[in-house]
């Protein structure tokens, strides 16, 4: 059987990845947040940590892992990147045919992780801001606060992806007073470092730290960095007319 909790070496969660992504024995669940977003799934293992699975294609899917691994690599422990790794999508039982020849198994994270050592007092909040998978994005709570709703209602996510019906601004205010500096000092790194281009807040997960008294940050969907063909044009010369 798998563990319940994910390890913290590097390669022992690689490897807790691989098989939940291989494990039929349990639910896959499709999931789609917006219609710009990639086909994604979750799969829920009869035993082990909940996964997602996304489809990508080969560069996007590269920089997605090389994200991580550059994370581990400055920063050692507790990384603010999701874990994940790269399989071929042909390696995956049971998913729908796909022309993506990728795909990301991500380590699903929600807001009360089963790492946490004790309720603590952010514990009631964390269950109201949590969604129908048990998880929350910074972008969401907000989205979800009454403030949200009327000064942005056409992108109130769906029913699933929402928080809590009694989530207030006082609630969504009280996240933002708790988020842990260290995480943010941390993604900020790794947001220089790896040229997000799309870093913003729906990208940005929140989970409670391990004592319950505050929210870490937590970076998903990072294949849209580095520079890439056709990007950052501007730092080229090449189309300037002068000598």
């Known amino acids: ?128 801001l949590a969604n129908s998978w048990g998880c929350a994005d910074l972008g969401t709570a907000y989205l979800c606060s009454p403030q949200g709703r009327r000064s942005m209602a056409k ?14 601004d006082e609630d969504f205010a009280t996240v933002l007073a708790h988020l842990e500096v260290q995480s943010f000092e941390r993604l900020w790194l790794v947001h220089v470092l790896t040229m997000q281009e799309d870093a913003g807040a729906p990208n940005l997960l929140l989970r409670l730290t391990k004592d319950g008294t505050a929210f870490e940050l937590v970076l998903t969907d990072t294949c849209d960095c580095f520079p890439g063909e056709r990007r950052f044009d501007y730092l080229s010369d090449s189309g300037s007319s002068s000598s």
């Open 1 to 128: 059987s798998l563990p319940a909790m994910a390890p913290d070496d590097p390669a022992e969660m690689d490897a807790l990845l691989a098989a939940c992504a291989a494990r039929v024995d349990g639910s896959t669940t499709a999931m789609q947040p917006h219609k710009a977003s990639s086909s994604v799934m979750v799969r829920r293992p009869a035993h082990g940590p909940a996964v997602v699975l996304k489809q990508r294609g080969p560069r996007e899917a590269r920089r997605e892992r090389l994200v991580l691994e550059l994370s581990r690599l400055v920063i050692g422990a507790n990384v603010p990147v999701a874990p994940c790794i790269v399989l071929e999508s042909r390696a995956i039982a049971g998913l729908p045919k796909t022309r993506k020849l990728c795909i990301t198994v991500e380590l699903l994270q929600p807001v009360e992780p089963a790492s946490a050592t004790a309720p603590g007092p952010l514990a009631l909040l964390a269950r109201r």
């Open 155 to 168: 992108f109130t996510p769906k029913k699933q992806f929402q928080c809590g019906k009694d989530w207030s």
